[in-house]
């Protein structure tokens, strides 16, 4: 009988089972590439398998098939889809806090089944809603005596936090959660029992308002924001849907910006979130962390998703409750995202459905209202992921982790299905005006439009630019995963090396006095020095094919292999550098004069970078500034060590130099002496050379001023560095208009030894400056070694000027040029040395600048000239340092 005359139910039960087995398919698939994720993170099988998420498995099985057999036999005029998207989005929630945080995954398993149970006792209980409309004033005030009593009995489930929870042995419930129901049902009984609304709107609203301040009241004074903003806006959502009237909404809109602005002024913590809202990047790593990580998690994801545990979603805080949408995206990219929010707007979308085709008023505002409130809090939430909104700290409905919610949630779900259950047969109650739901309902789709184009602006168009950010923590834990390039010496000796296991890889720094230039990778602090500016040929991402890649990304959601980049440094320089600055404080740098390649750069005091795994405040708070690079950041004003450029600008201008009387000079009343002691017959040359201020004053005052803000330009004294360290900002020369302390070089110049060195290069290389290179080389999986490409010179001098200065400035026993000089500071006086071969020399040409923090000219004198005797003296077969093979 039943095939030859089928029960017209039938067809809803059909649709319902089917719509289950596919969500089924999904959470079964999900839980199956979770538990395969560690052996395609780990390209091995010899890995230890996640299995804990699959207890959850049966308990949401057997939980949705025990409802779905209840509703078919207890609701045959339900709709079929209400009970198939909340069995995906549970579901699906349910195992992205399994992937993240077992403990939580177990208790949202419980609570799952606590929901489930609620919803089929609720099937029980014969007329629920009339129960509910009746008794409207007894449920809301229970609701706000529960919230009231957090007042006093408050707690927060994590130890430290807002208490907004009542616990009793260890189970925690936030009254806060179903009071949004309960003020849904209130106004959905209180509205229909007085319509239609025929007299003054305000008198209908005063008791609804009355009940509806006091609940907001104990929120604000819980700091419980989120919750009060959703009181807000479903209380004037409803009105609108009952009067009709849009300046409800106009209202209600109106009251929420003056409550945020109110709140800006009077909370910290809006005035923060709504900070981090407007401009999350002035502070990503404090009070923009969660926004900016956020941000991060949806870049990472892109179109496809990183693959179900294979992103790094708990780097984002709160990921199984505040952002746990995020965390989806980040594993299932754009199009999990979209997935999420059209089956939130699909279930709201249907609650619409249901009201307009509700038997009477109170169920019609019962059902829009349950609806406005799953999109509601949704695109609250989502909004404040994607930076599309403030932050507000509530909760996804279904998906994010917590017990309350999550009861809440099927309570609400009990109510639409109860609501959905009419015979076809049964006339809806007549709807007047139904513009107010087609514009909630559109509202809908706007907000679903909305997350999609914000979700595609940050997972798909502003990807790469997020991800290749230094805070980003998901590059030092790819490093983890696939080993990063070497960094080596010009003779292959390693400097910066990874090793150890896939899954516990670590950056090793070889030699820590290389730390401030060679830089640091840190989850916390991101990238800093060479690892950062090198870190697409290090990480793979240039020299690699694109095809392996895009392959790496799609297979493992990894990195290719990083390519080893060899430096310009040369260690058993940089070794003796390091050897003599022990214990000084300012920096030396050696370069190959020729081709601008950098042999040794020190600075000194360094950090070393296996103990900044430690208390890196220890490193901010110290006084001798250990982070600074002082070779590439440190301004000094040049002084009397730009003796030789004046020397070699009048030699090139053929100017006639009288002889000063005396070399020492005054400079803002104070006595200026030569850096180092002259006796009475010295030469006006050797006077250069010991940095004897009335020397350079002579020089530079014989010169014109154009002409000497011209050499300073020439010099690159006004251009910051192009090199892939941090550096300081170069300072303008052209302003400048005392020529006695532009002679001087005080005034406004200042300098770093970086670019002095290149500038002494000149004196060694014809005249013409180069650019400055630390990479040398980088070694692709498809060329071998390739060399990079050099920056442009600069003539600076005829060869011939530099040719006769350099021989006036003679090096005791080597073919090399040198002076020391002093520069004034307000704190004291600092020491220059510069230094480099002659023209003449037959190999590599080099220069060398040194500046020490304190005025110790023999000290200065000592360490440079050791350095340069090492180089200049050892045997033709180790002198390598011309170029790189």
Not at 241 to 250: D, F, M, T, W
Request: hydrophobic letters at 45%.
């Amino acid at each position: 009988m039943e095939k030859l005359f089928p029960s017209p139910t039938a067809p809803k039960d059909h649709i319902q089972q089917r719509l289950l087995f596919l969500a089924a398919a999904a959470i079964v698939l999900m839980a199956a590439t979770l538990s395969l994720a560690p052996a395609v993170r780990l390209h091995s099988w010899q890995v230890e398998y996640r299995w804990q998420h699959w207890l959850a498995v049966p308990v949401w099985s057997l939980g949705f098939f025990f409802t779905h057999l209840e509703t078919s036999k207890r609701l045959p005029g339900r709709d079929p889809y209400l009970l198939p998207i909340t069995a995906l989005l549970s579901g699906w929630g349910l195992m992205t806090i399994w992937r993240l945080e077992p403990a939580f995954g177990l208790r949202q398993t419980i609570w799952l089944a606590f929901g489930l149970v609620l919803f089929n006792l609720g099937l029980r209980i014969p007329k629920l809603l009339d129960l509910l409309r009746r008794y409207k004033y007894i449920w809301l005030f229970a609701g706000l005596l529960l919230t009231a009593l957090t007042f006093i009995f408050g707690t927060y489930p994590a130890g430290q936090g807002p208490r907004l929870w009542l616990g009793f042995g260890g189970v925690f419930f936030q009254p806060s959660e179903p009071l949004k129901l309960l003020l849904v049902i209130f106004l959905a009984a209180y509205l229909a029992d007085r319509q239609p609304v025929s007299f003054n709107l305000v008198q209908l609203l005063a008791p609804s308002l009355i009940l509806t301040g006091a609940a907001l009241f104990i929120l604000l004074a819980q700091r419980d924001l989120g919750t009060a903003s959703i009181f807000i806006l479903l209380y004037f959502a409803i009105v609108y849907l009952a009067s009709g009237r849009r300046r409800i909404l106009l209202l209600g809109t109106g009251l929420i910006l003056a409550a945020g602005i109110a709140g800006y002024f009077m909370f910290d913590v809006i005035q923060v979130r709504i900070n981090a809202w407007v401009n999350p990047w002035l502070d990503p790593s404090g009070s923009s962390y969660q926004i900016v990580q956020s941000l991060m998690a949806v870049a990472s994801g892109r179109l496809l998703g990183s693959g179900i545990g294979l992103g790094s979603p708990s780097v984002v805080p709160v990921a199984i409750s505040d952002f746990i949408f995020a965390a989806i995206a980040e594993e299932t990219g754009f199009l999990g995202l979209v997935a999420v929010m059209a089956l939130l707007t699909l279930l709201s979308i249907r609650a619409m459905q249901i009201a307009i085709q509700a038997a009477n008023n109170y169920q019609r505002y019962l059902a829009a209202g349950l609806g406005t409130y799953f999109m509601l809090q949704s695109i609250l939430i989502i909004g404040g992921n994607l930076r599309l909104l403030p932050l507000t700290g509530v909760t996804l409905p279904f998906i994010s982790y917590g017990g309350s919610s999550l009861a809440t949630s099927f309570i609400a779900l009990l109510m639409l299905a109860l609501l959905s259950n009419t015979e076809d047969d049964i006339e809806p109650a007549p709807l007047l005006n139904n513009k107010p739901y087609l514009f909630i309902s559109g509202w809908m789709l706007v907000c679903l439009a909305a997350v999609a184009l914000i979700g595609g602006w940050w997972a798909v168009v502003r990807s790469d630019r997020l991800l290749m950010r230094t805070d980003n923590p998901r590059l030092s834990i790819a490093d983890r995963y696939v080993p990063r390039g070497a960094m080596v010496d010009r003779r292959n000796a390693p400097i910066a090396v990874t090793e150890g296991e896939p899954g516990s890889y670590e950056r090793q720094l070889l030699y820590p006095p290389l730390s401030l230039s060679v830089g640091y990778i840190h989850p916390v602090y991101g990238q800093a020095g060479l690892e950062e500016s090198l870190n697409e040929y290090l990480r793979g991402y240039r020299g690699t094919p694109q095809s392996t890649i895009l392959l790496k990304q799609l297979l493992y959601n990894q990195p290719p292999e990083g390519l080893d980049v060899r430096l310009s440094i040369d260690l058993q320089l940089q070794e003796k550098a390091d050897e003599m600055m022990a214990g000084q404080t300012g920096a030396l740098v050696l370069v190959n004069a020729q081709s601008g390649e950098v042999l040794a750069i020190s600075s000194h005091p360094y950090f070393d970078p296996v103990q900044a795994n430690g208390p890196w405040e220890t490193y901010f708070n110290d006084p001798t500034v250990p982070l600074l690079n002082r070779a590439t950041q440190g301004q000094y004003p040049p002084g009397t060590a730009l003796g030789p450029f004046l020397l070699a600008a009048v030699e090139e201008n053929n100017i006639k130099i009288e002889e000063p009387n005396k070399y020492l000079t005054s400079l803002d009343g104070e006595a200026w002496d030569c850096a180092l002691q002259i006796p009475a017959n010295t030469t006006f040359y050797e006077a250069i050379a010991a940095g004897c201020p009335g020397a350079s004053l002579t020089m530079g005052t014989a010169l014109d001023l154009n002409d000497l803000k011209k050499l300073y330009q020439r010099l690159g004294f006004d251009q910051t560095p192009d090199i892939p360290l941090p550096s300081a900002d170069s300072t303008s020369i052209l302003e400048l208009q005392d020529q006695k302390r532009i002679a001087l070089g005080q005034d406004a110049i200042s300098v770093t030894p970086l670019q002095m060195a290149i500038a002494a290069a000149s004196f060694s290389a014809q005249g013409v400056r180069p650019s400055p290179a630390f990479a040398a080389a980088v070694n692709t999986p498809q060329q071998g070694w390739v060399i990079l490409p050099a920056g442009k010179k600069t003539t600076v001098f005829q060869a011939s000027a530099v040719s006769e200065a350099a021989g006036k400035l003679p090096m005791s026993g080597l073919p090399a040029w040198e002076t020391v000089a002093s520069a004034r500071l307000e704190e004291g006086t600092i020491t220059w040395y510069l230094a480099g071969t002659t023209p003449s020399w037959r190999g590599v040409p080099l220069a060398m600048a040194l500046v020490l923090e304190e005025d110790n000219p023999e000290m200065a004198v000592e360490i440079g000239s050791a350095v340069l005797d090492t180089i200049l003296n050892r045997p033709a077969s180790e002198d390598e340092t011309s170029g790189t093979p």
